[in-house]
């Protein structure tokens, strides 16, 4: 008795031990529903993106998504004029199919814009002073034929001309070399057919910032670096950021890799 008795509570101790094991490896596909939280209608083209292995799906006409999963992963909803949200993958969610999901619908309120012109007095000194003035710098280089504007008067602003134009190499390590793992995620993203749809539909920059943990602003700096023009990083959709800083990264891999 006294031998079957360790010989019980090491077994129970390995089955408890398998168990918590296949919770902490438990991998597949789940499926789940978007509802609209106000109506708890499903909702239809819904874009669902797994931000930890880089694919995504949209849901069909009942609202229901199927999606390659792990636990602890997190899930990306989006839709327009809906309040995107993100969702940790649980145990519960490969055990059941019924799981919803609740969007909250945005409210978007209208505001008094007033438009004040410049209105001319004919008189070339009070007119002169009236006009906005571009605050921005403008550093010209002995022997290139252009400028180059900076931004702001100071000694940094010099500095990243000067990097842009004589030495590539050490400003793209400068953006990218700080999120590799990030950086990394784009060949994934413009693989994916169902994030490029996504993309292409959106300029809010915000699938963006989730996917590749970047701010907008860092995006801006980025493209600003890399000669994108101010009109298309203020125009240009989603994916045509997404293809921007990608061909952005690749220049970096080859300057890096002299």
């Given at each position: 008795?006294?031998?079957i008795l360790?010989?019980?509570?090491f077994l129970?101790?390995?089955v408890?031990?398998?168990?918590?094991?296949d919770?902490?490896?438990?991998e597949?596909?789940i499926?789940?529903?978007?509802v609209?939280?106000q109506?708890?209608f499903?909702m239809?083209?819904?874009h669902?993106?797994?931000?930890?292995?880089?694919v995504?799906?949209?849901?069909?006409?009942k609202?229901?998504?199927?999606?390659?999963?792990?636990?602890?992963?997190?899930l990306?909803?989006?839709?327009?004029?809906f309040?995107?949200?993100k969702?940790?993958?649980?145990?519960?969610m490969?055990?059941?199919?019924?799981t919803?999901?609740?969007l909250?619908?945005?409210?978007?309120?209208?505001?008094?814009?007033?438009v004040?012109?410049?209105?001319?007095?004919g008189?070339?000194?009070?007119?002169?002073?009236?006009?906005?003035?571009?605050?921005?710098?403008?550093?010209?280089?002995?022997?290139?034929?252009k400028?180059?504007?900076?931004?702001s008067?100071?000694?940094?602003a010099?500095?990243?001309?000067?990097?842009?134009?004589l030495?590539?190499a050490?400003?793209?390590r400068?953006?990218?070399?700080?999120?590799?793992?990030?950086?990394?995620?784009?060949?994934?993203?413009?693989?994916?057919?169902?994030i490029?749809?996504?993309?292409?539909?959106?300029?809010?920059?915000?699938?963006?910032?989730?996917?590749?943990q970047?701010?907008?602003?860092?995006?801006?700096?980025?493209l600003?670096?890399?000669?994108?023009?101010?009109?298309f990083i203020?125009?240009?959709?989603?994916?045509q950021?997404?293809d921007?800083?990608?061909?952005?990264?690749e220049?970096y891999?080859?300057?890096?890799?002299?």
């Open positions: 008795m006294k031998r360790p010989l019980l509570l129970f101790s390995f408890g031990f398998a168990q918590d094991g919770e902490a490896v438990l597949g596909e499926t789940a529903t978007v609209n939280a109506s708890s499903p239809e083209s819904v669902v993106i797994n931000l930890n292995k880089v995504g799906t949209i849901t069909n006409q609202g229901k998504f199927t999606i390659p999963a792990a636990v602890n992963d997190t990306y909803l989006s839709f327009l004029g309040k995107s949200q969702v940790r993958v649980t145990n519960d490969f055990k059941f199919e019924n919803e999901i609740a909250t619908e945005l409210a978007y309120a209208l505001e008094e814009v007033i004040r012109p410049y209105q001319l007095t008189y070339l000194e009070i007119d002169v002073k009236n006009l906005p003035i571009n605050n921005s710098y403008q550093y010209s280089i002995s022997g290139l034929p400028s180059y504007e900076a931004g008067k100071n000694p940094s010099v500095t990243k001309v000067l990097g842009a134009i030495n590539p050490d400003l793209l400068n953006l990218f070399g700080k999120k590799p793992k990030q950086m990394r995620k784009l060949r994934q993203m413009k693989e994916d057919e169902d490029r749809n996504l993309l292409a539909s959106k300029f809010d920059r915000e699938t963006l910032t989730e996917l590749l970047l701010d907008k602003m860092d995006i801006d700096d980025i600003s670096n890399c000669n994108y023009s101010k009109s203020r125009t240009a959709n989603d994916l950021i997404l921007a800083i990608s061909s952005c990264y220049e891999k080859v300057l890096n890799r002299r």
